[in-house]
T-cell receptor, first 112, second 114 residues
Framework: RKEVEQDPGPFNVPEGATVAFNCTYS??????FFWYRQDCRKEPKLLMS???SGNEDGRFTAQLNRASQYISLLIRDSKLSDSATYLC?????????????FGDGTTLTVKP | EAGVAQSPRYKIIEKRQSVAFWCNPI?????LYWYQQILGQGPKLLIQ????????DSQLPKDRFSAERLKGVDSTLKIQPAKLEDSAVYLC????????????FGPGTRLTVL
């Protein structure tokens, strides 16, 4: 089993749709969580951090469920420009270092 | 603010050859990461530096890969000798200090091993 697993996708949705992605992680000691966005042939860029209380940034809402060990990303009113691959990131901490683990990403295509 | 710089952007080599990648992180960023991203997969952490010390290199294939960060600033990643399965994008990222800080990525080096 992978340490961080994401919905396989791809997700193809019309403009204006609401879409949700999930990401599960295996290490219950994981400390911090993020969603990154990666456009085709570009580098990943931070979309938002994920806090225990949940957080919202415009049309994007991220939530963390520590008991079930998953994080989610909800996109409302999808735009064509939201088409990208969404990567979840889980940062772990052990006695010496905290490893940063990326999921394989979920690809979203928003169509007119 | 200047971003993370990487060079070269593209490299094509034959198997068993050697190759080196260079990264210049954002000024003041203590933590530097090297990732390998194979097509269709997420970035896989190869090595993480805190200043010029190695924090994690558990996934670095040490028989062929090496990395250094002299003086806690620039870093180089070397592959010697390269294999076909090393074809990937090599991404460098930096963050201010802690894992809770945002990682800023460079544009990557796209390596093709023939």
């Amino acid at each position: 089993r992978k340490e961080v697993e994401q919905d396989p996708g791809p997700f193809n949705v019309p403009e204006g749709a609401t879409v949700a992605f999930n990401c599960t992680y295996s290490n219950s000691a994981s400390q911090s969580f993020f969603w990154y966005r990666q456009d085709c042939r570009k580098e990943p860029k931070l979309l938002m951090s994920v806090y225990s209380s949940g957080n919202e940034d415009g049309r994007f809402t991220a939530q963390l469920n520590r008991a079930s060990q998953y994080i989610s990303l909800l996109i409302r009113d999808s735009k064509l420009s939201d088409s990208a691959t969404y990567l979840c990131v889980v940062n772990e901490r052990d006695t010496n270092a905290g490893k940063s683990t990326f999921g394989d990403g979920t690809t979203l295509t928003v169509k007119p | 603010e200047a971003g993370v710089a990487q060079s070269p952007r593209y490299k094509i080599i034959e198997k068993r050859q050697s190759v080196a990648f260079w990264c210049n992180p954002i000024s003041g960023h203590a933590t530097l990461y090297w990732y390998q991203q194979i097509l269709g997969q997420g970035p896989k952490l190869l090595i993480q530096f805190q200043n010029n010390g190695v924090v994690d290199d558990s996934q670095l294939p040490k028989d062929r890969f090496s990395a250094e960060r002299l003086k806690g600033v620039d870093s180089t990643l070397k592959i010697q000798p390269a294999k076909l399965e090393d074809s990937a994008v090599y991404l460098c990222a930096s963050s201010l200090n802690r894992l809770t800080d945002t990682q800023y990525f460079g544009p990557g080096t796209r390596l093709t091993v023939l």
